[in-house]
């Protein structure tokens, strides 16, 4: 939908945040938008209400805007003037969120290329009307036994490998003196340990993505829709594993019967899971 070119004039283009339906035009005063040249305001599209904003044409070329992708501190301060918009006009009427950057120059060209996709913004905003979006994710907790044992190894070697440990002098001077003969039956319990602590983490993550599944289907009951995202990666020093990041679209009227079964499945299951929301549903408005 985008139309950018490298000009670099002073025109003008219309940077559009959202279609949606019979929003007051009350709701965008006050709104900064992406721009402090022009106020946020409506363009109706007939049936249909985009809100949009006039913005120099200069700041919004393929240079400038890659550029603008290159900083990460300027592309977080857009990214959250465009959601600011959204979220504030979603929250008082049904309403389909663009992509950041979606730009037209003039507003005979919002009319056009957005009236020709008039059927798919109606069936969204009727898909979402009186819903919010709320993600759930499940985490794998670490095995306590692998824990404790993994700190007793690396306590004894810690403590082995102290040369200021009396207690261990005679020990170092006897590996001093022999270091090719190992206890009986030393290699043998080692392996046997390693053995049995990857038995249990596999049963441990067989068990948190059984737990996943159940946290799946009993929230998925609840919503209109769903959708499966990828796991997001261990953070540096993360012990947990996520198993689930799912997002889910929910009636308004039940998001405190999600918080309750959300309490419920932890008390039961004793896995960590986190519910977070109500957003704008970006995720279930198709490609528009």
Same mark, same amino acid.
């Given at each position: 939908m985008t139309e950018r070119g490298p000009e670099t004039s002073d025109a003008d283009t219309i940077y559009v945040f959202a279609v949606c339906r019979d929003p007051d035009p009350s709701d965008v005063v006050g709104l900064t938008g992406v721009s402090d040249d022009s106020a946020v305001s409506t363009l109706s599209l007939? #049936?249909? &209400?985009?809100?949009? /904003? &006039?913005? @120099?044409?200069a700041d919004f070329t393929d240079e400038a805007w890659q550029a603008r992708l290159s900083d990460q501190r300027e592309l977080e301060r857009y990214a959250r003037a465009h959601h600011d918009v959204v979220s504030a006009v979603a929250a008082r009427c049904p309403t389909v969120p663009l992509p950041m950057a979606t730009l037209y120059h003039g507003e005979r060209r919002v009319r056009e290329a957005l009236g020709e996709e008039a059927d798919r913004f109606r069936a969204a905003l009727r898909r979402i009307a009186h819903h919010a979006e709320w $993600?759930?994710?499940?985490?794998?907790?670490? #095995?306590? *036994? !692998?824990?404790r044992e $993994? @700190? #007793? !190894? *690396?306590?004894? +070697? !810690?403590?082995r490998d102290d040369p200021h440990d009396p207690e261990r002098a005679p020990a170092r001077q006897v590996a001093s003196a022999d270091r090719t003969r190992p206890a009986?039956?030393? $290699?043998?319990a080692y392996l046997n340990r390693k053995r049995g602590a990857q038995e249990r983490r596999e *049963?441990? /993550?067989?068990?948190?993505?059984r737990i996943a599944e159940a946290v799946d289907a009993e929230v998925g009951g609840l919503a209109k829709a769903s959708r499966r995202l990828r796991p997001q990666p261990q953070a540096a020093g993360e012990r947990r594993v996520q198993v689930l990041n799912a997002t889910y679209l929910v009636a308004e009227h039940r998001a405190e019967e999600l918080? +309750?079964? &959300? @309490? &419920?499945?932890r008390e039961r299951t004793g896995a960590r899971i986190e519910l977070s929301g109500p957003w704008v549903p970006y995720s279930f408005v198709g490609e528009v």
């Open positions: 007939g #049936s249909l &209400t985009a809100i949009v /904003q &006039t913005v @120099r044409a $993600g759930v994710k499940v985490y794998a907790p670490p #095995s306590t *036994r !692998d824990e $993994g @700190r #007793s !190894d *690396r306590l004894e +070697r !810690d403590r009986p039956g030393a $290699g043998l *049963r441990g /993550q067989n068990e948190a993505l918080a +309750r079964l &959300t @309490r &419920t499945l």
